[in-house]
Structure formats: structure tokens, C-alpha cells
């Protein structure tokens, strides 16, 4: 379990920040949503959620999958899935240009096959903790797609 406390306004900072470095990026096949229900609409009016990382990820081989973010709401691609987006979009700040993009439901799948396996990470935040799990990369690598695929 992390001992750190993660402040949420810094979170979002950071988040807003990643979303607009990610739009200047692939802007001309992506329209910014207000990110209640998704971050971005593609060309055909899917939804794409896009989760940023900012560890450093050559320091470990795995994906933090968030399962529960407030305490029992889901979280991560589930959330997705619950908002109706397509895609789920993975990245890390300190290598923008590789992005892993996940069908939604295809990732939910594969996610609950593994995750048994994998181990639980709890993230305490001011007023609730996040669950989620550390999954290897190399188990979900095969369902990736790169934004040009879905652009």
C-alpha cells in the first residue's frame, strides 16, 4: 500500500495539463469533451478515455489498472465503460509518444481474467482511497492500438 497521500487538485492539474499536450497531439481526429463523460470524440462520435501516468515506466513492467476510485465507484477503463466510451487510452507523461489505445470492452475481458492474479495497489487520497491493480504489461500488449488505428 502507498503510505503517500495523493492530493486530487494536483492530480487534475496534471490530468488537464496531459489532456491538452494529447489534443495538440492528435488534434485534427479528436474534439476535447467537457470530461464528465469521456475526454475525447472521435470523428465517428465514439468516445475515447484517456488514463495518464506519471511514473516513470521503464521503473516498472506494469500498467496501475484502477479499479475503485472513491472508495467502491468504479474507476479507470470501467468508468469508461459506464460513460460509453469506445476506447481506452493509456499513457505515460514522461514518454507522451507512446500511447496504448484499448477497446473498452475488450480490455474489461482481459482485466478480469488477470487481475486475480495480479497485486491490489491502494492509493489513499484526501477523504477515500483508490484500488487498483499492477498488470503486467505484457498481458495486455496484444489488444493495443496505436491513436492512428482509431483515428
Same mark, same amino acid.
Given at each position: 500500500? %502507498?503510505?503517500?497521500? @495523493?492530493?486530487?487538485? *494536483? %492530480? ?7 489532456? +491538452? ?12 469533451? *467537457?470530461?464528465?463523460?469521456? *475526454?475525447?470524440?472521435?470523428? !465517428?462520435?465514439?468516445?475515447?478515455e484517456l488514463k495518464t501516468d506519471f511514473y516513470d515506466p521503464t521503473k516498472t513492467p506494469n500498467f496501475f489498472m484502477e479499479?475503485? %476510485?472513491? !472508495? !467502491? ?9 459506464? @460513460?460509453?466510451?469506445?476506447? &481506452? +487510452? &493509456?499513457?505515460? +507523461?514522461?514518454?507522451? !509518444? ?22 491490489q495497489f491502494n492509493v489513499r487520497n484526501v477523504g477515500h482511497t483508490t484500488v487498483g491493480f499492477l498488470v503486467p504489461r505484457?498481458?495486455?500488449? *496484444? ?9
Amino acid at each position: 500500500m %502507498s503510505r503517500k497521500v @495523493h492530493n486530487f487538485k *494536483d %492530480s487534475l492539474a496534471k490530468g488537464k495539463k496531459a489532456e +491538452a499536450e494529447f489534443l495538440a497531439r492528435f488534434g485534427e481526429g479528436l474534439e476535447q469533451t *467537457d470530461g464528465r463523460r469521456g *475526454d475525447f470524440k472521435l470523428k !465517428d462520435g465514439s468516445i475515447l478515455e484517456l488514463k495518464t501516468d506519471f511514473y516513470d515506466p521503464t521503473k516498472t513492467p506494469n500498467f496501475f489498472m484502477e479499479r475503485y %476510485s472513491y !472508495d !467502491d465507484k468504479p474507476g479507470g477503463c470501467w468508468q469508461a465503460k459506464e @460513460h460509453g466510451a469506445k476506447y &481506452y +487510452a &493509456y499513457t505515460f +507523461a514522461v514518454q507522451p !509518444d507512446t500511447v496504448y489505445v484499448f477497446e473498452v470492452e475488450t480490455l474489461l475481458e482481459r482485466l478480469e481474467e488477470v487481475i486475480p492474479k495480479c497485486r491490489q495497489f491502494n492509493v489513499r487520497n484526501v477523504g477515500h482511497t483508490t484500488v487498483g491493480f499492477l498488470v503486467p504489461r505484457d498481458l495486455l500488449l *496484444d489488444l493495443a492500438k496505436s491513436m492512428e488505428d482509431i483515428l
